[in-house]
């Protein structure tokens, strides 16, 4: 069990998953969380990161911090999404064991699975084939990372955990729409097709991919009782367990919007993957569920936009 006055440090806490993390660690009482800005600290620095560390020296931590995009900026900006990853999660992953931190939850992602992996998709479908090409960069930076966690577990006994969500979304989303995931980026363009009265809304790619989207405080709650219960170093999927086309949420999207208009479909823009549904049946194990539907968290999503990025 962890204290409550436990020194954790929540790595990304400006980011959609480590804020999350920090008010659901806040809501359950714990009194002594660590964070620290980009400006005082970067993460890609190993000698600042070290020096963090040796004084600081957190007794858990979480590693949130990341650079991450949709489809589009995966595809694009291959060099930095595998360096900054890369950099990021050494220099926090040795210098937590160096420093004796007891425990570490490093947050992977669904995409580290081959682009055709069975459906739903087991945690023993790790590296059993071909990844899917658009986000092979980032994919490989998490898969060392998982790596690096199950040496350190293996070679010195180190507790460090590895935890796979599926696609997320919520508050602290990135809305940029050349660089989001799907969810935000479709939020924001029925949001302003509808203030704009346009009749037409570009969808990227056919529609026909499925994806499968968990609320961000869903997975902070499985990844408090990963903290607390789960000290094993084979990976650990979360996600709700069920999927939909991007057709499907899109129209979804407009519905909670109220966007009235068509779908247009942008077939240059890629598909990627064409499914990515994970097989949650471990994490179910453990006695942890969902608690936000889809629709739901679409309509608090939007407005946690509408409040805070809607011009
Ligand atoms: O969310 P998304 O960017 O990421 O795209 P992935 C999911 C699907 O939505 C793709 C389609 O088939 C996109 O073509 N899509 C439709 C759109 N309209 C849009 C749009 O306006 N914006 C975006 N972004 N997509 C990412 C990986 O894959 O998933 C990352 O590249 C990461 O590595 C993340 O793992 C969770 O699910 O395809």
């Known amino acids: 069990m962890m204290d409550k006055s436990e020194k954790i440090f929540v790595a990304g806490h400006h980011g959609m998953v480590g804020s999350a993390l920090v008010r659901r660690l806040k809501s359950e009482g714990f009194s002594n969380l660590l964070v620290r800005d980009r400006s005082k600290l970067d993460l890609r620095d190993d000698s600042a990161v070290a020096k963090f560390f040796a004084e600081e020296k957190p007794s858990v931590v979480i590693l949130a911090a990341a650079k991450v995009g949709g489809i589009k900026a995966n595809n694009d900006f291959p060099v930095e999404f595998l360096l900054e990853n890369l950099r990021i999660q050494n220099n926090v992953i040795q210098a937590a064991y160096e420093n004796g931190a007891r425990k570490l939850l490093f947050l992977g992602s669904s995409c580290i699975y081959p682009k055709f992996a069975p459906q739903p998709i087991p945690e023993t479908a790790l590296l059993s084939g071909p990844l899917e090409p658009t986000n092979e960069a980032y994919v490989i930076a998490k898969i060392a990372g998982i790596k690096l966690c199950q040496a ?27 660089t989001s995931h799907v969810l935000a980026a479709l939020l924001r363009k029925a949001h302003e097709a509808k203030t704009r009265k346009d009749r037409k809304l570009t969808v990227w ?66 598909d990627g993957t064409p499914r990515k549904l994970l097989d949650v049946s471990k994490l179910r194990a453990l006695g942890w569920k969902p608690s936000i539907p889809l629709r739901d968290g679409i309509a608090r999503t939007y407005e946690w936009f509408l409040a805070n990025c809607a011009r």
């Open 152 to 178: 350190y577990a293996r070679e010195y006994d180190a507790n460090f955990i590895s935890v796979m969500p599926t696609n997320l979304y919520g508050p602290n989303d990135n809305f940029d729409l050349e």
């Open 205 to 270: 790619g056919s529609g026909k991919p499925r994806r499968e989207f968990l609320h961000v405080d869903d997975l902070a709650s499985a990844c408090l009782l990963l903290l607390e219960k789960y000290d094993s170093s084979e990976i650990i999927n979360v996600g709700c367990g069920e999927d939909i086309s991007i057709r499907e949420l899109a129209e979804l999207i407009c519905e909670v919007v109220g966007f009235d208009g068509d779908l247009a479909w942008d077939v240059t823009k890629p």
